[in-house]
C-alpha cells in the first residue's frame, strides 16, 4: 500500500487557485492600479503630439506682458481736449442718453452737410485724408456739433488711396508718424473712431502704440467695431484713456427696415443701461432712415453729443445726471 502511494502522481493545483481570496484581491488592486497609470501615460504622449502642433493664432495677433496695475478710471482732466472741445448740453437726471455718430468719409459729404441744419445735437466724424477735411471740421464746430477724427485702421475698398492707414507690420516710429499725420489735420476734435478696421484692431503692440498717442493728445475714444472680433476697446481702456464701442451701426446699403431696428435696438439699450452710441455711415438713404427717426423717435431719450454720453459711461447715471 505504501508502494502505491509513493507511486502515484503529485497533483499540482493551480496557482490562481492556491492563492486564496485575500490572494485574489491583492492581485485586482495591483491590475487597478496598474490601468490607472497605463492610461496617465497615454494622456501625456497624447498632450505632447497635440502640444508639437501648429495651433493657429486668432489673425496672428502680437501679444505682449500686461501692464502689472490694476486698471481704474481716472477722473476727468479739465485740461483734457476732450473735456476742453465738447459742446454744452443739458440731459434731465436719469434720462436717457443716444449719441449718432455719421461718418464722413468724403463719398456722401453732401448728405452729412444738410444734417448740420438739424436740430439734433448729432457728432461727425471726418476722414482726414478728404482735401477740404479741416474746413470740414471747423464747418463743424461752428455748427456747435462736436467731431471726430475719423481713423483708417486698415484699407478700404479705393484700397492705396490713402497712403497713411494704420495698420500692422508698421516700425513704432512709422506708426507714430502716420497717427500724428491724421490728428494734425483733425483740430477741435473730442477724439477718434476706426473704419476699415484690419487685422491692426487685433494686435496689442500696435493698439499700445495708437492708445499712447491719443492719449497724449487727451482724445477719446470709440470703437466702431469695424473689424470682428476688435479688442481696441479693452485695450485702449487699460491704458486710461475714455472708451466705448458703438451699440448699433447703419451701413450705407442697409434697407429702411435694418435701419429702423438698429436704431430701436439702440433705444432698448438706452433705457436699460443709461446710454447707448449708434454709428450712421452717411448715404441718403441712411441719412433719410435717421432724420425720420429723430422726428418720431421717444421723447423719453436725449440726443446726447458723444462726450456727454461718455462721461455717462464712465460714470453711471446717477453720478452723470448731478455733473450735467
Known amino acids: 500500500m505504501e508502494d502505491d502511494e509513493e507511486d502515484a502522481p503529485i497533483l499540482e493545483g493551480n496557482w490562481f487557485d492556491s492563492l486564496g481570496v485575500g490572494g485574489i484581491a491583492v492581485c485586482g488592486m495591483f491590475a487597478a492600479i496598474l490601468s490607472i497609470v497605463l492610461m496617465v501615460l497615454i494622456n501625456q504622449i497624447g498632450a505632447a503630439r497635440l502640444s508639437d502642433a501648429a495651433v493657429p493664432v486668432a489673425d496672428e495677433a502680437a501679444f505682449e506682458a500686461p501692464i502689472a496695475a490694476i486698471a481704474t478710471v481716472r477722473p476727468a482732466d479739465a485740461n483734457a481736449a ?14 436717457p442718453l443716444i449719441a449718432v455718430i455719421v461718418l464722413d468719409d468724403g463719398i456722401n459729404s453732401h448728405a452729412v452737410q444738410r444734417a448740420l441744419d438739424w436740430r439734433s445735437p448729432l457728432t461727425f466724424a471726418v476722414a482726414a485724408d478728404l482735401d477740404s477735411s479741416q474746413n470740414r ?7 456747435g456739433r462736436e467731431a471726430l477724427a475719423l481713423l483708417p485702421m486698415g484699407y478700404g475698398p479705393d484700397f492705396g488711396r490713402d497712403p497713411n492707414v494704420l495698420r500692422r507690420n508698421l516700425s513704432e516710429t512709422e506708426l507714430q508718424r502716420r497717427l500724428g499725420w491724421h ?4 483740430q477741435g476734435v473730442v477724439g477718434a473712431i476706426d473704419q476699415h478696421g484690419g487685422d491692426i484692431m487685433r494686435d496689442i503692440v500696435a493698439l499700445r502704440i495708437v492708445g499712447q498717442g491719443l492719449s497724449a493728445e487727451g482724445l477719446l475714444y470709440v470703437d466702431a467695431r469695424s473689424a470682428r472680433n476688435s479688442i481696441a476697446a479693452p485695450r485702449l481702456r487699460a491704458l486710461g484713456i475714455p472708451t466705448a464701442r458703438n451699440t448699433t451701426r447703419i451701413k450705407q446699403d442697409d434697407t429702411v427696415e435694418a435701419a429702423l431696428m438698429a436704431l430701436t435696438d439702440a433705444e432698448k439699450h438706452a433705457f436699460t443701461w443709461g446710454a447707448a452710441i449708434v454709428v ?10 435717421l432724420a425720420d427717426w429723430l422726428r418720431n423717435r421717444n421723447q423719453g431719450i436725449a440726443i446726447a453729443p458723444i462726450s456727454h454720453v461718455m462721461r455717462r459711461l464712465r460714470t453711471g447715471p446717477a453720478v452723470a445726471a448731478q455733473a450735467e
Request: aromatic share 6%; charged share 25%; proline share 6%.
Open 82 to 95: 476732450w473735456i476742453v472741445n465738447s459742446e454744452p448740453f443739458n440731459a434731465k437726471p436719469g434720462q
Open 137 to 143: 471740421l471747423k464747418t463743424i464746430r461752428r455748427a
Open 183 to 186: 490728428l494734425a489735420r483733425s
Open 280 to 289: 450712421v455711415e452717411a448715404g441718403s438713404g441712411s441719412m433719410d432712415v
